[in-house]
């Protein structure tokens, strides 16, 4: 998964905000027309692209668009630590957290209302299979008792410096069906988990998902129209050959896209952007999607 691009009202409260609460950097920005583009992220990686678009509406409740984001982290020292540092900021709403079986997550929303996942996978062998499904549970996770015992005394307040990045992406959307048939079928996802009521869970290479979509908050939704919030999924392929297999498959669907043998972009059911792309994690392409 690629830089997940928000819509925002302020710009630099935004971005303090991330680079504060989430220990991220201001990579590069640019201009286009109204709108000032800037990312950030870790060590050279985009991790967001911030769009300043102050003219358009609060999404409204019950819409769809971004259930959250999510950033994985390598070990529990780090987790811990980014958790920590989140938790400090005085614009973090803490959301809570949870032990998924497959994960540790913990959960803050911040100051413009989008939610952000803080999580660790376990290792696979510890995840339960039953045949393609991955099994996924949500069990309450005490944070202070993550905290006292995996953060490093060390580093005290400080975030990590160690890179995260985007683990997944969870979508709301109006319909379970629609968007397994957009997200599975067309855009080539595999569904791990469906037995949650109202949720799909898919990924890529036997991951627990790289992609979810519920109707928790949303069921019925029609397309978003222009709003704060969510502006564009980021999806990355390893070669051409997939680029070319999706292209394919949008066709024989008559799904509209637009194509540059770089990149494909098309919305979702729901009007979100989504972007399917080759490998390239600098600032440069995050910039020009």
């Known amino acids: ?26 990579l590069q920005e640019r201009t286009r027309g109204r709108e000032v583009h800037r ?12 769009i300043h678009t102050p003219d358009l509406p609060v999404a409204r409740p019950g819409e769809a668009g971004l259930f959250h984001t999510a ?23 803490f959301a809570g957290s949870s032990d998924h079986h497959v994960s540790e997550a913990f959960y803050f929303t911040d100051p413009e209302g989008n939610d952000v996942e803080l999580y660790i996978d376990r290792d696979r ?9 991955i099994w996924m549970t949500t069990e309450y996770l005490d944070p202070n008792d993550y905290l006292r015992r995996h953060l490093p005394l060390s580093e005290g307040d400080a975030a990590p410096a160690r890179a995260g990045r985007v683990g997944h992406v969870h979508l709301q959307v109006g319909d379970v069906d629609r968007a397994r048939a957009f997200y599975v079928d067309a855009l080539g996802f595999e569904t791990t988990q469906s037995d949650i009521p109202g949720a799909i869970f898919a990924s890529a290479g036997g991951y627990h998902h790289h992609v979810a979509m519920n109707t928790w908050r949303s069921a019925g939704a029609g397309p978003r129209a222009a709003s704060l919030g969510l502006g564009d999924v980021s999806i990355t392929v390893p070669t051409p050959t997939e680029l070319e297999a999706l292209v394919a498959r949008l066709r024989e669907k008559a799904i509209p896209f637009a194509a540059d043998g770089r990149a494909v972009t098309l919305t979702d059911p729901w009007n979100t952007s989504v972007t399917v792309a080759l490998p390239d994690d600098s600032v440069d392409e995050a910039l020009s999607r």
Request: hydrophobic residues 45%; aromatic residues 10%; glycine residues 8%.
């Open 1 to 26: 998964m690629g830089a997940v691009t928000l819509r925002v009202a302020d710009l630099e409260m935004m971005s303090q905000y991330y680079s504060s609460a989430f220990s991220m950097e201001p």
């Open 71 to 93: 950033l994985l982290f390598d070990d529990p020292g780090s987790l811990a630590s980014a958790v920590y540092r989140a938790a400090q900021h005085p614009r973090s709403r």
């Open 39 to 50: 990312v950030l992220g870790r060590a050279d990686t985009p991790l967001v692209r911030l």
């Open 125 to 133: 062998s510890q995840w339960g299979r039953f045949g393609r499904a």
